[in-house]
């Protein structure tokens, strides 16, 4: 077992990196074809989920291609899920307030964005980068929601708010977003390796990341499966669409500042900092960096390496006090 409390270095390094752009017949989220073999160019869809006991289950979580876990005020985590296609989208939610943290990740992305309310920082950044007709704001533009009313009989409304492939369809067209991108412009969510897969060196079936008093996550890898499977609250985190807990090809654990104003706890990308990266069942330790409000997370091994391998990305945004109760077991 790995305490495991530092990593490569503690100072903020600007990592010099170019992410590539993406193919047509490409996702940019996880570097694999299509499926289908047609190509899509919609802009990726990022939803705010719900993530606090009374929220669970939540559904739609396990098409997700990248899942961004971050602190909020109280203690409680949220869930930024971010898809290739929103039009497939099965029955997704509960959807809740996005935040500037989280709308710092979905720049970057030049994703579409859905919530249900809005931060005062985050509703800054949308007005700043001209994306008010790539945000949904589900307080006023409703039609993009629906209530799950049998789930209101048991639980808060605000943890009621749902949507689906149709309703983001619907919604796109009324309230004229911009769902097609620039297809000479697209990039890749990360630097992917191009073919096969890196392989990493030390062992990791199990890793425990502890946000906060109230919620820790726990990710375990099966080598039947070859996949890491998410927990909290002592059991999977289980997509009801599905029953099946989620599960990711890669893993990241980023370790940073976190700043508390009025409006919200959100980590303070511009610092930089270290983290690790596990794949297969093992790990590397890395150093992040972001070094603009639109500009993507990029990473950087010891050996100056910044590839990760094609598949969908869980990554915890975690507050470096928490690191010594980090844990990495063999």
């Known amino acids: 077992m790995c305490g495991c409390g ?5 100072e903020s390094v600007a990592l010099a990196q170019e992410l590539e752009l993406c193919a047509t017949n490409t996702s940019c989220l996880t570097g694999l074809a299509f499926k289908n073999g047609e190509g899509k160019n919609l802009r990726p869809m990022a939803i705010a989920v719900d ?8 559904r739609g979580l396990s098409g997700a291609q990248i899942v961004y876990e971050a602190l909020q005020s109280g203690g409680v985590t949220r869930l930024l899920a971010v898809y ?5 989208l099965p029955e997704t939610g509960p959807v809740t307030q996005m935040s500037g943290q989280f709308m710092r990740l979905a720049l970057p992305l030049d994703s579409l964005c859905l919530s249900t309310d809005i931060t005062t920082s985050a509703d800054a950044l949308v007005t700043e980068y001209a994306r008010g007709n790539m945000y949904i704001n589900g307080s006023f533009e409703t ?24 309703l983001l369809s619907m919604a796109a067209e009324q309230y004229e977003l911009e769902p097609l991108s620039d297809e000479n ?19 990791a079936r199990r890793v425990k990341i502890r946000f906060s008093g109230y919620t820790n996550t726990v990710l375990e890898y099966s080598p039947i499966r070859k996949k890491y499977y998410k ?13 099946g807990a989620l599960s990711f090809d890669n893993v990241l654990v980023l ?7 009025d409006d919200e706890t959100a980590f303070d990308f511009a ?14 330790p890395v150093t992040w960096s972001k070094n603009s409000d639109d500009a993507p997370l990029l990473f950087q091994n010891k050996d100056g390496a910044a590839l990760i391998n094609k598949g969908t990305t869980y990554v915890a945004l975690v507050d470096k006090t928490k690191q010594e109760h980090f844990k990495i077991s063999a």
């Open 271 to 284: 610092a930089g900092g270290d983290g690790y990266y596990f794949y297969g069942g093992k790990y590397e």
């Open 84 to 88: 290739d296609d929103y039009s497939l």
């Open 231 to 243: 927990s909290q609250f002592d059991a999977f985190q289980l997509d009801e669409n599905t029953n």
């Open 185 to 203: 412009t697209r990039k890749m969510a990360f630097n992917f390796v191009k073919k096969g897969e890196r392989l990493l060196d030390e062992d």
């Open 51 to 58: 993530n606090v006991r009374a929220a669970l289950p939540q």
């Open 143 to 166: 039609s993009a929601l629906a209530l799950d009313s049998d789930r209101n009989a048991a639980t808060d409304i605000s943890r009621c708010w749902f949507t689906n492939g149709a």
């Open 6 to 10: 530092a990593a490569v270095k503690s």
């Open 255 to 261: 370790f940073g500042d976190i700043i508390s104003s």
